[in-house]
């Protein structure tokens, strides 16, 4: 930061504080942040802020997923009450208003997923998937591409979702497992 955004950022720490501004950033730690010299502070302080935005290609293929989950439950609300029970248990299903629901991402290593989702559902894409978002605990890309591989295969997006239950567990065999 040179010196001339140096004054400019204590200037508008100095109004917000005059003003008394409510905000989710404490001007008085910024200010004195910039003053000292100590910028690892507002790293430390704001690290939620301090991130790259996810990878067009984690975007597209968080998309799929949730395109693909949006369809299995169009499919699932097709079935009969006795064969979407029976899918619910053998696959351990999470159900909500009749939309399954995502099983979620291992919040260790697949963290820019969540951001995805998160961002999806600020501006209302993908209502159906309710937070929160599981944190599975093990990486699971391998076994939502393995799902999407399946999906592709059966081409249940060309026959409008209509899926047989048979169909829907071999899509469903490889899904993830929530806590």
């Known amino acids: 930061m040179d010196i001339k955004d140096k004054i400019n950022t204590i200037l508008l720490c100095d ?3 005059h003003l008394g501004i409510e905000t989710d950033i404490d001007p008085q730690l910024v200010k004195y942040a910039v ?5 690892w ?3 430390a ?4 802020l301090d991130v790259d935005e996810p990878s067009k290609e984690d975007r597209d293929f968080v998309t799929a997923v949730l395109n693909m989950y949006r369809g299995l439950s169009n499919a699932f609300r097709k079935l009969s009450d006795d064969e979407q029970k029976e899918l619910v248990r053998d696959h351990h299903l999470k159900i909500h208003d009749g939309e399954i629901q995502l099983p979620g991402f291992d919040g260790n290593n697949e963290c ?3 951001s995805i ?4 559902q600020k501006i209302d894409r993908f209502p159906e998937q309710k937070q929160p978002i599981a944190n599975t605990h093990s990486r699971t890309e391998h076994l939502y591409n393995a799902m999407l591989d399946e999906f592709k295969k ?3 997006v060309n026959r409008s979702w209509d899926l047989s239950k048979e169909e829907l567990a071999s899509i469903l065999s490889t899904a993830p497992r929530s806590f």
């Open 15 to 17: 109004i917000a504080i």
């Open 35 to 39: 003053s000292s010299g100590n910028d």
């Open 41 to 43: 502070v507002m790293k």
């Open 45 to 48: 302080e704001y690290s939620h």
């Open 112 to 114: 820019d997923y969540f």
């Open 117 to 120: 989702i998160e961002a999806y």
């Open 154 to 156: 059966i081409d249940a």
